[in-house]
């Protein structure tokens, strides 16, 4: 069983920055692909952002790329997405997601993600 903890969103200026944080319990961090995914009102929810179980390997969707990153601290067994140059496009509530199975881009598919976070507000006011 894994918890993830997802803090950091907030109301920002188009154009500003933002880092989101997910907090993950338990020892076995290091074995799960972890991603960020995003819930728009009124929308399906999409895949943001994953990074692979040793760190190396990152994937983003097109709509962010080049202006969000995603990161994982395994000493603090968390996992960022710092969120850059934002647009009132980007709001949206974001998920945290753990996938075991996964590679970085298998785990834009939402069906292959194991747990998932609360969730956290993002929204950016044009």
């Known amino acids: 069983q894994v918890q993830l903890v997802e803090s950091g969103g907030g109301l920002v200026q188009a154009g500003g920055s933002l880092r989101l944080s997910c907090a993950a319990s338990?020892?076995?961090?290091?074995?799960?692909?972890m991603g960020w995914f995003r819930q728009a009102p009124g929308k399906e929810r999409e895949f943001v952002a994953a990074i692979s179980k040793g760190g190396t390997g990152t994937y983003y969707a097109d709509s962010v790329k080049g202006r969000f990153t995603i990161s994982r601290d395994f000493a603090k067994n968390t996992v960022y997405l710092q969120m850059n140059s934002l647009k009132p496009e980007d709001t949206a509530v974001y998920f945290c997601?753990?996938?075991?199975?996964?590679?970085?881009?298998?785990?834009?598919?939402?069906?292959?993600?194991?747990?998932w976070g609360q969730g956290t507000q993002v929204t950016v006011s044009s």
């Open positions: 997601a753990a996938d075991y199975r996964s590679t970085v881009q298998g785990m834009t598919e939402i069906n292959s993600v194991d747990y």
């Open positions: 338990g020892r076995t961090f290091s074995m799960y692909t």
